[in-house]
């Protein structure tokens, strides 16, 4: 069994991201991240805490925008349309979930596609669905990146994507496809699920089950992405699959934490690059 260390990719990307930051700077143009917060959700704000210090490490302009829960639908919208129109930041990032007032599709709508680098606008979705070139989902971008770094061939595999989700399910299996993959989409109404898990030779679980997949459900030698974190009674931090017992039969398996996790601010940074890039080219 191989353990895929994202913490340890993470760092290259990252890397990677401050060296394009240095050369865009020298060009006269520094990569800028806009991070709106609304209301006072702990792991949210933990996690925007997160990105402003990985911009700052990778020498990123950062902004963050902390609103109160009660800021109306409105506010939210024409703070995004002044984002859209500033020329010093090339990504914008609302976290979510919002307070339940707001409607999320239409924020999602409103953000710029061409700044949409959490890749949830309708465009860039509907740009992976047909393999164009467009912003993609931070999390299942990293899992690419994570098995194209251990060298792992997509081509010709079966692959099985557990959860159907917007942010993770559907981009992972549209990305997955992409890398010639065929492709199973299973979700909480599949039925005899160990069907398709036990012919999968890559299983990507995405479904907020502490522990779900279990190692009697998966064929010796597949490749086990965890992309679930879940926090135990005892305060343990947990994936979505049995790790101590899968870890004896995968080839390959992503630890939680410190497998997927940290790839998904890697990958954002990056595609604040991207965005960056493409601003500077329509300019010239």
Not at 105 to 117: G, S
Not at 178 to 195: G, P, Q, R
């Given at each position: 069994?191989?353990?895929?260390?994202?913490?340890?990719?993470?760092?290259?990307?990252?890397?990677?991201?401050?060296?394009?930051?240095?050369?865009?700077?020298?060009?006269?143009?520094?990569?800028?991240?806009?991070?709106?917060?609304?209301?006072?959700?702990?792991?949210?704000?933990?996690?925007?805490?997160?990105?402003?210090?990985?911009?700052?490490?990778?020498?990123?302009?950062?902004?963050?925008?902390?609103?109160?829960?009660?800021?109306?639908?409105?506010?939210?919208?024409?703070?995004?349309?002044?984002?859209?129109?500033?020329?010093?930041?090339?990504?914008?990032?609302?976290?979510?979930?919002?307070?339940?007032?707001?409607?999320e599709?239409?924020?999602?709508?409103?953000?710029?596609?061409?700044?949409?680098?959490d890749?949830?606008?309708?465009?860039?979705?509907?740009?992976?669905?047909?393999?164009?070139?467009?912003?993609?989902?931070?999390?299942?971008?990293?899992?690419?990146?994570?098995?194209?770094?251990?060298?792992?061939?997509?081509?010709?595999k079966?692959?099985?994507?557990?959860?159907?989700?917007?942010?993770?399910?559907?981009?992972?299996?549209?990305?997955?496809?992409?890398?010639?993959?065929?492709?199973?989409?299973?979700?909480?109404?599949?039925?005899?699920?160990?069907?398709?898990?036990?012919?999968a030779?890559?299983?990507?679980?995405?479904?907020?089950?502490?522990?779900?997949?279990?190692?009697?459900?998966?064929?010796?030698?597949?490749?086990?992405?965890?992309?679930?974190?879940?926090?135990?009674?005892?305060?343990?931090?947990?994936?979505d699959?049995?790790?101590?017992?899968?870890?004896?039969?995968?080839?390959?398996?992503?630890?939680?934490?410190?497998?997927?996790?940290?790839?998904?601010?890697a990958?954002?940074?990056?595609?604040?690059?991207?965005?960056?890039?493409?601003?500077?080219?329509?300019?010239?």
């Open positions: 069994m191989i353990l895929i260390d994202g913490k340890n990719i993470s760092s290259k990307v990252k890397d990677e991201v401050k060296n394009e930051a240095i050369n865009l700077a020298n060009l006269g143009i520094k990569p800028g991240l806009a991070v709106i917060l609304v209301g006072d959700d702990k792991a949210s704000l933990t996690y925007v805490n997160s990105k402003e210090k990985a911009c700052k490490m990778c020498e990123i302009y950062s902004v963050k925008k902390t609103l109160p829960a009660s800021t109306t639908e409105d506010e939210l919208l024409n703070l995004i349309d002044e984002l859209n129109k500033d020329d010093k930041i090339h990504g914008i990032l609302v976290q979510l979930p919002l307070p339940k007032h707001i409607d599709n239409k924020i999602i709508e409103k953000i710029d596609p061409k700044k949409d680098v890749g949830f606008h309708p465009i860039n979705v509907g740009k992976l669905s047909i393999a164009l070139d467009g912003f993609v989902s931070c999390t299942p971008a990293g899992v690419i990146r994570l098995l194209k770094e251990y060298e792992i061939d997509i081509s010709g079966n692959a099985v994507v557990i959860g159907r989700s917007n942010i993770v399910g559907k981009p992972m299996a549209n990305l997955l496809l992409k890398e010639n993959a065929t492709v199973t989409i299973t979700h909480s109404k599949t039925k005899n699920l160990d069907f398709y898990t036990k012919n030779d890559i299983i990507v679980v995405a479904i907020g089950i502490p522990n779900f997949l279990k190692a009697d459900m998966v064929k010796d030698g597949a490749i086990v992405i965890d992309v679930g974190i879940n926090r135990l009674d005892d305060g343990r931090l947990v994936g699959a049995d790790f101590e017992n899968l870890k004896e039969k995968a080839s390959f398996i992503t630890p939680v934490p410190g497998g997927v996790g940290p790839m998904t601010i990958m954002l940074l990056n595609n604040t690059i991207i965005s960056t890039k493409n601003f500077l080219k329509e300019k010239k």
